[in-house]
């Protein structure tokens, strides 16, 4: 039986033209409850792909363009004291939603960032002594420009481990490029999704994630990938155990999006890159260099 | 001059690893010398360490070459040269201690390593012991585990690579037992081997002053080990004769010297053969029983006119004789060149001990044999003790006063005083010195300094040379029991020999059976046992066939069993059934030329496979199918599945 977001997956393609296995993984993303991080140029689709993922899966969606002077004021909310009724009023912030897109977010400042990032792992924010639950599923897109750029704080590694995935989107194929350019304006088509989705899929698809079977042999694969990590030599240091936590849940997501309910080591190696290649800095030049994870998936035997 | 500070990059925890293994290395070398040259030597190891520790920069070379000068300054100050056994592998010792003050890089540190088992091979130049084999098998491990710290990117040694370092020795033991066994031997040493030091009290002397037994009586120390073909003689006749004793100069008895004839003999009774290991003594006699024959008596052996086994050179290191003897017999004395020895047999100093003297010369009208009974008769009165607290006997007679007087004496005072009798009263008589009895320990028997005896002989006409233990009268015991059962002031023996020690005497007996075995089987293995395993197995020469035979068999048997436990190994990792139904499967397509890359997932090789041969397209699916099913859906009913489906793959 195919699976509820087929069609979402389809109408998503149809919006962002070639680039069906981004697309995949970052629903595979949302499916794992992970974050997403999505760093390119400026221009190449990152917030279509974020706006056009709310709209298809039903969900409110919220963009917050990250700048230098960005308080965490601005994106939590703020409690303002109200003449009327002679008491504090909590003002939501942009992030209570469901999809946040977080543009450019290494433009703002470390505090602002972190504030963010908190909201990300929690689930929740803190104001004033008061807690205030996130919407549920609360997902961020973050995007990021690489960050040769001038004016950026790049994220720290503690930062980067909070997101589950991170993408780039590339240049579409000629083909695609034609086709958009030939096509109807994107935001309208984005109007037009999600009209027909029951708002109760989603949960019930990461439900079915969460509980997807996940076999010994497949286990000793994903710790051998970990080894491999921690004893290469060109890594500062290996993957986390919460890499790992999602290295598994992100491998479900992609088994249950290819209607299975087991996970096969194909799945590990489809999402690995992309779970793994924003963690693993390189010793050399300090920063995460993508092609290790590919080289490692090589090197290390399916057991 | 250019200094060159080098950077130091080597993870510490195996540099510890290093300085630690060679430490240990170094150590045997270090107790050869005095305390400040071990200090020094192992100054080098402590500094590298420290300058480790504190991450800082190499000494300067000039500095390195000064040391390393230093160190061999020192060596040929106290060795006067630089090469040879002693100074040679100080020399060594030295240089590799300096070689870690330049050792930098990762490489640099292997190459220390393979010194380090280098050095440790030399240790057996110091002590070729048991204890020593045992020490530089630990010695290797360390190396072993820290070389394989340097192969690890993490720089860490942690104590898995110990484990793995005993698993690779364990591995090497067989090839190193074939290479003991068949690797040929030397007839000679290549250098003089370490010899173990002999003490003062190590045994008889080619002298015999009253005392000189009662002193070894107390040393329990191993005399030698022999080994019985065959049934041995019964206790009370094993007689190990050593030293003959024919000059007597009234208070002293000493070997006398130049050859005489050998007498001509018959032997009666059963030659018995043996294998004698002897401790190092520093004298060239060896001890058999009673008359040793050519026999199975090895070359390198000689048997003089004075019926002494001795070898043709002196007993520096533990040596081990094949010899044959005879325990009665009958020697001819139509010989007249034997005339003169026989007389200087007779002779005794002209003045002192009157009495005895006087007493002798009444038994001259008497028959030989009768004068022997007489003088035995005298001895075994019953007034005569057998005692370690002998007065000491310092007058100008001291037969008379032992015989008369004191009545007190150990074996040597009583084998003297028979001899003296029996020379006065005409019969030619010796002191023989040697070893009496000794202790069986399973099959093979053990003689102490404590079974030390001395008896004599006497010329019998018409049967030549026959032992005569006067002891045996005073003590019988002695020789029937042993030393502790029939000698006064017995608890000044040593410990082992008193008989409320007895179970730490079979302690001891239990380990000397180790280190018996260790030496008769290690350290002995020569040329000649070489040759003899060999010709048990049939093989003359090393390039005859059949040695090749032999040694390609046992190669190839080694290389059986080495692919046998890799096997078992492998199958134990993959002991999972549908992991071994898939490898077979894999097998099957490697002949079609289709192996899957290390990182290849099941259902992407199945594919492959069901692209590159369409006949089997549907076979391979469902091969995959199934495999992925059992292995990672965790679907046990599908192994039955895959098994079948695996077992009617026909690939083309």
């Given at each position: 039986?195919?699976?509820?977001?087929?069609?979402t997956?389809?109408?998503?393609?149809?919006?962002?033209?070639?680039?069906?296995?981004?697309?995949?993984?970052a629903?595979?993303?949302?499916?794992?409850?992970?974050?997403?991080?999505?760093?390119d140029?400026?221009?190449?689709?990152?917030?279509?792909?974020?706006?056009?993922?709310?709209?298809?899966?039903?969900?409110k969606?919220q963009?917050?363009?990250?700048?230098?002077d960005?308080?965490?004021?601005?994106?939590?909310?703020?409690?303002?004291?109200?003449?009327?009724?002679?008491?504090?009023?909590?003002?939501?912030?942009?992030?209570?939603?469901?999809?946040?897109?977080?543009?450019?977010?290494?433009?703002?400042?470390?505090?602002?960032?972190?504030?963010?990032?908190?909201?990300?792992?929690e689930?929740?924010?803190?104001?004033?002594?008061?807690?205030?639950?996130?919407?549920?599923?609360?997902?961020?897109?973050?995007?990021?420009?690489?960050?040769?750029?001038?004016?950026?704080?790049?994220?720290p590694?503690?930062?980067?481990?909070?997101?589950?995935?991170?993408l780039?989107?590339?240049?579409?194929?000629?083909?695609a490029?034609?086709?958009?350019?030939?096509?109807?304006?994107?935001?309208?088509?984005?109007?037009?999704?999600?009209?027909?989705?029951?708002?109760?899929?989603?949960?019930?698809?990461?439900?079915?994630?969460?509980?997807?079977?996940?076999?010994?042999?497949l286990?000793?694969?994903?710790?051998?990938?970990?080894?491999?990590?921690?004893?290469?030599?060109?890594?500062?240091?290996?993957?986390?155990?919460?890499?790992?936590?999602?290295?598994?849940?992100?491998?479900?997501?992609?088994?249950?999006?290819?209607?299975?309910?087991?996970v096969?080591?194909?799945?590990?190696?489809?999402?690995?890159?992309?779970?793994?290649?924003?963690?693993?800095?390189?010793?050399?030049?300090?920063?995460?260099?993508?092609?290790?994870?590919?080289?490692?998936?090589?090197?290390?035997?399916?057991p | 001059?250019?200094?060159?500070?080098?950077?130091?990059?080597?993870?510490?925890?195996?540099?510890?690893?290093?300085?630690?293994?060679?430490?240990?290395?170094?150590?045997?070398?270090?107790?050869?010398?005095?305390?400040?040259?071990?200090?020094?030597?192992?100054?080098?190891?402590?500094?590298?360490?420290?300058?480790?520790?504190?991450?800082?920069?190499?000494?300067?070379?000039?500095?390195?070459?000064?040391?390393?000068?230093g160190?061999?300054?020192?060596?040929?100050?106290?060795?006067r040269?630089?090469?040879?056994?002693?100074?040679?592998?100080?020399?060594?010792?030295?240089?590799?201690?300096?070689?870690?003050?330049?050792?930098?890089?990762?490489?640099?540190?292997?190459?220390?390593?393979?010194?380090?088992?280098?050095?440790?091979?030399?240790?057996?130049?110091?002590?070729?012991?048991?204890?020593?084999?045992?020490?530089?098998?630990?010695?290797?491990?360390?190396?072993?585990?820290?070389?394989?710290?340097?192969?690890?990117?993490?720089?860490?040694?942690?104590?898995?690579?110990?484990?793995?370092?005993?698993?690779?020795?364990?591995?090497?033991?067989?090839?190193?037992?074939?290479?003991?066994?068949?690797?040929p031997?030397?007839?000679?040493?290549?250098?003089?081997?370490?010899?173990?030091?002999?003490?003062?009290?190590?045994?008889?002397?080619?002298?015999?002053?009253?005392?000189?037994?009662?002193?070894?009586?107390?040393?329990?120390?191993?005399?030698?080990r022999?080994?019985?073909?065959?049934?041995?003689?019964?206790?009370?006749?094993?007689?190990?004769?050593?030293?003959?004793?024919?000059?007597?100069?009234?208070?002293?008895?000493?070997?006398?010297?130049?050859?005489?004839?050998?007498?001509?003999?018959?032997?009666?009774?059963?030659?018995?053969?043996?294998?004698?290991?002897?401790?190092?003594?520093?004298?060239?006699?060896?001890?058999?029983?009673?008359?040793?024959?050519?026999?199975?008596?090895?070359?390198?052996?000689?048997?003089?006119?004075r019926?002494?086994?001795?070898?043709?050179?002196?007993?520096?290191?533990?040596?081990?004789?094949?010899?044959?003897s005879?325990l009665?017999?009958?020697?001819?004395?139509?010989?007249?060149?034997?005339?003169?020895?026989l007389?200087?047999?007779?002779?005794?100093?002209?003045?002192?001990n009157?009495?005895?003297r006087?007493?002798?010369?009444?038994?001259?009208?008497?028959?030989?044999?009768?004068?022997?009974?007489?003088?035995?008769?005298?001895?075994?009165?019953?007034?005569?003790?057998?005692?370690?607290?002998?007065?000491?006997?310092?007058?100008?007679?001291?037969?008379?006063?032992?015989?008369?007087?004191?009545?007190?004496?150990?074996?040597?005072?009583?084998?003297?005083?028979?001899?003296?009798?029996?020379?006065?009263?005409?019969?030619?008589?010796?002191?023989?010195?040697?070893?009496?009895?000794?202790?069986?320990?399973?099959?093979?028997?053990?003689?102490?300094q404590?079974?030390?005896?001395?008896?004599?002989?006497?010329?019998?006409?018409?049967?030549?040379?026959?032992?005569?233990?006067?002891?045996?009268?005073?003590?019988?015991?002695?020789?029937?029991?042993?030393?502790a059962?029939?000698?006064?002031?017995?608890?000044?023996l040593?410990?082992?020999?008193?008989?409320?020690?007895?179970?730490?005497?079979?302690?001891?007996?239990?380990?000397?059976?180790?280190?018996?075995?260790?030496?008769?089987?290690?350290?002995?293995?020569?040329?000649?046992?070489?040759?003899?395993?060999?010709?048990?197995?049939?093989?003359?020469?090393?390039s005859?066939?059949?040695?090749?035979?032999?040694?390609?068999g046992?190669?190839?048997?080694?290389?059986?069993?080495?692919?046998?436990?890799?096997?078992?190994?492998?199958?134990?990792?993959?002991?999972?059934?549908?992991?071994?139904?898939?490898?077979?499967?894999l097998?099957?397509?490697?002949?079609?030329?289709?192996?899957?890359?290390?990182?290849?997932?099941?259902?992407?090789?199945?594919?492959?496979?069901?692209?590159?041969?369409?006949?089997?397209?549907?076979?391979?699916?469902?091969?995959?199918?199934?495999?992925?099913?059992?292995?990672?859906?965790?679907?046990?009913?599908?192994?039955?599945?895959?098994?079948?489906?695996?077992?009617?793959?026909?690939?083309?």
């Amino acid at each position: 039986m195919p699976h509820p977001l087929n069609s979402t997956l389809d109408q998503l393609n149809q919006i962002i033209l070639g680039k069906e296995t981004q697309i995949r993984l970052a629903v595979a993303c949302l499916l794992a409850r992970g974050h997403l991080l999505l760093e390119d140029l400026p221009g190449v689709g990152k917030t279509t792909l974020a706006h056009a993922l709310a709209a298809g899966l039903g969900l409110k969606f919220q963009r917050v363009q990250f700048t230098s002077d960005l308080l965490p004021a601005d994106l939590l909310g703020v409690s303002i004291y109200e003449r009327n009724s002679n008491e504090f009023r909590f003002h939501h912030g942009p992030v209570f939603t469901q999809v946040l897109l977080g543009d450019e977010i290494n433009r703002a400042p470390p505090k602002t960032q972190s504030a963010l990032l908190e909201a990300m792992e929690e689930r929740q924010v803190t104001i004033d002594g008061t807690t205030y639950p996130l919407p549920e599923p609360f997902f961020v897109i973050a995007t990021q420009n690489p960050q040769t750029q001038i004016g950026t704080f790049p994220l720290p590694e503690s930062q980067l481990d909070r997101f589950l995935m991170r993408l780039e989107l590339g240049y579409p194929d000629a083909q695609a490029e034609r086709a958009m350019l030939a096509g109807a304006d994107r935001r309208s088509l984005i109007a037009q999704l999600g009209n027909d989705i029951d708002p109760a899929t989603l949960p019930k698809a990461q439900a079915e994630v969460a509980a997807l079977h996940v076999s010994g042999a497949l286990l000793d694969y994903i710790q051998a990938l970990a080894a491999a990590t921690r004893s290469h030599a060109d890594l500062a240091y290996g993957l986390s155990p919460r890499a790992l936590l999602g290295l598994v849940n992100a491998a479900r997501a992609w088994a249950w999006l290819d209607d299975r309910d087991y996970v096969i080591p194909e799945d590990v190696q489809a999402v690995f890159a992309c779970v793994a290649g924003h963690r693993l800095p390189s010793r050399s030049s300090g920063r995460p260099d993508p092609r290790t994870a590919v080289e490692l998936l090589q090197a290390v035997a399916v057991p | 001059m250019r200094t060159t500070h080098r950077r130091d990059d080597l993870p510490r925890q195996p540099l510890y690893g290093l300085v630690a293994a060679l430490a240990l290395v170094l150590l045997p070398h270090l107790t050869q010398l005095a305390l400040w040259h071990a200090a020094l030597i192992l100054l080098p190891l402590a500094w590298r360490a420290w300058l480790a520790w504190r991450g800082k920069a190499l000494p300067p070379r000039w500095l390195r070459l000064v040391c390393a000068a230093g160190l061999m300054l020192i060596v040929f100050v106290q060795f006067r040269t630089l090469i040879g056994r002693d100074g040679g592998v100080v020399l060594l010792a030295s240089l590799v201690s300096a070689k870690l003050l330049e050792t930098a890089n990762r490489r640099d540190a292997r190459i220390l390593s393979l010194l380090a088992y280098f050095t440790t091979g030399a240790a057996f130049l110091v002590s070729q012991s048991f204890w020593m084999l045992a020490y530089t098998i630990v010695c290797t491990l360390v190396i072993t585990a820290q070389l394989h710290g340097w192969q690890r990117l993490d720089g860490k040694l942690p104590w898995t690579e110990y484990r793995r370092a005993g698993w690779m020795l364990l591995e090497a033991l067989p090839v190193a037992l074939l290479l003991f066994v068949i690797f040929p031997r030397l007839s000679g040493p290549l250098w003089q081997m370490p010899a173990d030091k002999p003490g003062a009290s190590s045994g008889l002397s080619d002298r015999m002053s009253p005392g000189s037994f009662t002193d070894l009586a107390l040393d329990d120390s191993v005399a030698f080990r022999v080994d019985f073909e065959g049934k041995p003689p019964s206790k009370s006749s094993l007689y190990w004769r050593g030293p003959v004793y024919e000059r007597f100069d009234g208070r002293n008895w000493e070997q006398a010297f130049g050859t005489t004839t050998t007498p001509t003999y018959e032997a009666i009774g059963p030659t018995y053969n043996y294998t004698v290991t002897l401790e190092p003594h520093n004298r060239s006699w060896l001890l058999g029983l009673d008359l040793p024959t050519p026999g199975k008596t090895l070359s390198g052996v000689r048997i003089t006119s004075r019926l002494q086994a001795v070898s043709e050179q002196v007993v520096t290191q533990r040596k081990r004789v094949t010899l044959s003897s005879v325990l009665t017999w009958k020697m001819a004395d139509d010989n007249p060149a034997l005339q003169q020895n026989l007389l200087q047999n007779q002779m005794l100093p002209r003045l002192g001990n009157p009495r005895a003297r006087a007493l002798a010369e009444g038994w001259r009208n008497l028959s030989p044999n009768a004068r022997l009974a007489a003088a035995l008769t005298f001895l075994g009165s019953g007034k005569f003790t057998y005692t370690l607290d002998a007065p000491l006997l310092l007058g100008p007679d001291p037969v008379d006063t032992l015989l008369f007087q004191t009545r007190e004496g150990f074996c040597e005072h009583y084998a003297s005083a028979f001899v003296y009798l029996m020379r006065a009263a005409g019969v030619p008589a010796r002191v023989v010195g040697g070893y009496l009895g000794g202790e069986f320990n399973d099959n093979y028997l053990i003689v102490r300094q404590t079974d030390a005896h001395a008896w004599a002989e006497v010329w019998l006409p018409g049967l030549g040379w026959q032992r005569v233990d006067p002891t045996a009268v005073v003590a019988p015991g002695r020789v029937t029991q042993g030393i502790a059962h029939s000698v006064r002031g017995a608890e000044r023996l040593p410990l082992l020999l008193q008989e409320n020690a007895a179970w730490l005497a079979a302690a001891r007996l239990r380990w000397d059976a180790v280190v018996y075995g260790w030496d008769r089987w290690v350290i002995g293995y020569d040329t000649q046992r070489q040759l003899q395993l060999f010709g048990q197995l049939g093989i003359d020469d090393f390039s005859s066939p059949r040695f090749i035979g032999w040694l390609s068999g046992t190669l190839l048997a080694l290389l059986l069993l080495y692919w046998a436990i890799l096997n078992a190994q492998r199958s134990r990792k993959t002991q999972d059934a549908a992991r071994q139904q898939w490898s077979r499967w894999l097998r099957m397509l490697a002949k079609q030329g289709l192996v899957p890359s290390a990182s290849e997932g099941p259902r992407d090789f199945a594919q492959r496979v069901a692209r590159h041969l369409p006949a089997n397209a549907l076979a391979a699916h469902a091969i995959g199918a199934a495999y992925i099913a059992t292995r990672y859906a965790d679907r046990p009913e599908a192994l039955a599945e895959l098994r079948r489906h695996v077992s009617a793959f026909r690939p083309g």
